[in-house]
């Protein structure tokens, strides 16, 4: 009888027969895609633009809203749930934008400490009202991502990379489980990029996540990924080891 009643696992990620089409097309954005992963992947994900890579990162959170299929995270069917249930869901999920999202008059403390509004409540939030305990987090969260020099220091002044460790620093103050990337480092030259993946590995690492990012640069996915999964036409044509992203494989996929 050993094993009989198994706990079920809840830090994986199950993507069932998904679907994504948008209004006034016939062709699906995300075709029928099926994928499990689990909690400690650093996951990169590959393919031309237009793919599907940029839908299938947004409808795990449900930025994009899949047509049909099952999106199963800590054994709950995210594309059943209400806008409002997905927002509490969304707190420990986060996803770091190419264009950073900050707000570019504020400091660097005050656009991190947006990170913690998910979990708190509206009146607070709009009011301003935060805790020494809350403010110290925003302290340690740029002292991981190397800026607590820069925290009263208006984000309009820094350089792109010291932007996007912004927007991670800002996502760590939620304590994620699962972080996303949407084409995190597409906007900055490749030495920044290389340091900004240096930085989102270390973090999945020490945190135990599962890490899903979108990365237009070959190297930096066979070099940083535990798995590569790639699309093309929105078909999930790839799902393996980086050492397996061969000539063969590349032709495959950027054809």
């Not at 009989?4 to 209004?23: A, C, F, H, S």
């Not at 839908?55 to 994009?64: C, D, P, Q, V, W």
């Amino acid at each position: 009888m050993q094993g009989l009643y198994r706990k079920e696992k809840t830090d994986m990620l199950t993507i069932q027969n998904l679907v994504v089409r948008y209004p006034k097309t016939e062709e699906n954005a995300i075709d029928h895609v099926n994928l499990t992963l689990e909690k400690g992947e650093f996951v990169c994900v590959l393919g031309k633009s237009g793919a599907g890579k940029s839908t299938f990162i947004r409808s795990i959170n449900r930025l994009e809203r899949p047509t049909s299929g099952q999106i199963n995270w800590e054994a709950t069917d995210l594309t059943k749930l209400s806008e409002a249930k997905m927002r509490r869901i969304r707190s420990n999920m986060v996803m770091i934008f190419q264009h950073f999202n900050l707000i570019p008059r504020m400091t660097v403390f005050q656009n991190t400490l947006t990170g913690a509004f998910g979990k708190r409540t509206p009146y607070k939030n709009l009011l301003g009202i935060f805790s020494e305990q809350e403010k110290k987090r925003v302290y340690h969260a740029l002292e991981e991502v190397g800026l607590e020099k820069h925290a009263h220091k208006r984000v309009e002044a820094l350089s792109g990379g010291q932007k996007q460790r912004v927007g991670i620093a800002r996502a760590l103050l939620q304590d994620p489980k699962l972080l996303l990337g949407d084409e995190p480092v597409a906007s900055l030259d490749p030495s920044t990029s290389r340091r900004v993946f240096e930085l989102l590995k270390r973090i999945h690492t020490e945190r135990e996540l599962l890490t899903i990012i979108n990365v237009h640069d070959v190297h930096l996915a066979k070099e940083f990924a535990t798995r590569i999964i790639a699309f093309r036409d929105g078909k999930l044509i790839f799902n393996g080891k980086p050492e397996e992203v061969d000539d063969r494989r590349f032709a495959e996929i950027y054809q």
